[in-house]
């Protein structure tokens, strides 16, 4: 079992960076894909980005693509997400996500364990 808490959420205006981190418990972290996703007020849970288990591929939904970074640190247990030039449209509670079985994938259904989630708000 892997238990996972994001932090580093918070408000910033447009054109503003954040880097979140996800900490995962555990010593079998280095076995787990690892995703973030999204959930903005009154919309359905959203595919961010996705990294696979040593790090060397990763997978961005089109909307953050080349404003958001997805990495992790193995010997720390830890996924990041480096955000860059964000929009008020990034505003949303992000969740990380890890996947036991698959290689890399953006469906959320086929992610095992979940965080709690860390707000971001971005003003305009």
């Known amino acids: 079992q892997v238990q996972l808490v994001e932090s580093g959420g918070g408000l910033v205006q447009a054109g503003g960076s954040l880097r979140l981190a996800c900490a995962a418990s555990?010593?079998?972290?280095?076995?787990?894909?690892m995703g973030w996703f999204r959930q903005g007020p009154g919309k359905e849970r959203d595919f961010v980005a996705a990294?696979?288990?040593?790090?060397?591929?990763?997978y961005y939904a089109d909307s953050v693509k080349g404003r958001f970074t997805i990495s992790r640190d193995n010997a720390k247990s830890t996924v990041y997400l480096q955000m860059n030039s964000l929009e008020p449209e990034d505003t949303a509670v992000y969740y990380c996500?890890?996947?036991?079985?698959?290689?890399?994938?953006?469906?959320?259904?086929?992610?095992?364990?979940w965080g709690q989630g860390t707000q971001v708000t971005v003003s305009s």
């Open positions: 555990g010593r079998t972290f280095s076995s787990y894909s």
């Open positions: 990294i696979t288990r040593s790090g060397g591929n990763t």
């Open positions: 996500a890890a996947n036991r079985n698959v290689y890399i994938s953006r469906s959320g259904g086929l992610y095992d364990y």
